[in-house]
């Protein structure tokens, strides 16, 4: 799924680039006003020393930031932005790409997040990268 991009969003991208160095694949903005960069190569550059260029950044554009590493490879991926997932499998029923992703219990509410909204940004992530269909937390 191809993935178009507005101007504010094409604005924050050259802001973060221009700021970080980093070379930026995608930005997502969500709800509550968290701007997720997913970059190429390096994320400590990205961050800069003790997160300066992220500081910085939220700073500029008054919005959290998250940044996430990309890969190619929709597990790795999957583990970048799952920090806590301790096991990570993707299955293809008909056609359609399904990650299960299994999370030790105590730190399910804080993936799901409150109404699901941090479940929905991953979903989201995920579909605009990979064309994942649905997420399972387990």
């Known amino acids: 799924m191809p993935v178009t991009f507005d101007t504010d969003t094409i604005q924050l991208i050259n802001l973060f680039e221009n700021v970080t160095?980093?070379?930026?694949?995608?930005?997502?903005?969500?709800?509550d006003n968290i701007v997720y960069f997913i970059v190429k190569g390096s994320v400590g550059k990205a961050v800069g020393k003790n997160g300066a260029?992220?500081?910085?950044?939220?700073?500029?554009?008054?919005?959290?930031?998250?940044?996430?590493?990309?890969?190619?490879?929709?597990?790795?991926?999957?583990?970048?932005?799952?920090?806590?997932?301790?096991?990570?499998?993707?299955?293809?029923e008909n056609g359609k790409i399904f990650l299960d992703v299994w999370i030790d219990r105590n730190t399910k509410p804080?993936?799901?997040?409150?109404?699901?909204?941090?479940?929905?940004?991953?979903?989201e992530l995920l579909q605009r990268s990979h064309d994942v269909f649905d997420v399972i937390i387990r």
């Open 53 to 92: 260029s992220i500081k910085s950044t939220e700073r500029m554009i008054r919005k959290g930031v998250r940044v996430v590493q990309f890969s190619e490879n929709l597990e790795t991926y999957a583990k970048n932005l799952i920090p806590q997932a301790t096991k990570i499998a993707t299955r293809n």
């Open 21 to 31: 160095k980093a070379h930026v694949k995608d930005c997502f903005v969500n709800d």
């Open 110 to 123: 804080i993936i799901i997040g409150r109404d699901g909204k941090n479940l929905k940004v991953l979903k």
